[in-house]
């Protein structure tokens, strides 16, 4: 079975930064994906940022610009640079990981909430 551990979560105003850092319990080389989604109140979950297929990357539309996925493989992280944080970034982020179609992975959660 493979765990996720997301941190970094936390309170942070309008135009600052934070950064998440999601743990795997195996190489992520072992993963055809990784990455992050979130989920604010009452809506539904949405692809944040993730890479696919190696060391390609897609990004949501509204992060792109203002957030970058990293990894380091050595450690098996992942991590999402958050930059010019505004209050509609506020949600719970999901570290995410597939090996294939049919076995995807989540980790915890983490609480980001963007308030002045």
């Known amino acids: 079975q493979v765990q996720l551990v997301e941190s970094g979560g936390g309170l942070v105003q309008p135009g600052g930064s934070l950064r998440l850092s999601c743990v795997a319990s195996r190489s992520i080389f072992s993963f055809n994906a990784m990455g992050w989604y979130r989920q604010a109140p009452g809506k539904g979950r949405e692809l944040v940022a993730t890479?696919?297929?190696?060391?390609?990357?897609n990004y949501g539309d509204s992060v792109k610009g203002r957030f970058t996925i990293s990894r380091d493989n050595a450690k098996n992280t992942i991590y999402l640079q958050m930059n010019n944080l505004k209050p509609e970034d506020t949600a719970v982020y999901y570290c995410?990981?597939?090996?294939?179609?049919?076995?995807?992975?989540w980790g915890q959660g983490t609480q980001v909430t963007v308030s002045s």
């Open positions: 890479f696919v297929s190696g060391s390609n990357t």
């Open positions: 995410h990981a597939s090996r294939t179609s049919l076995q995807n992975y």
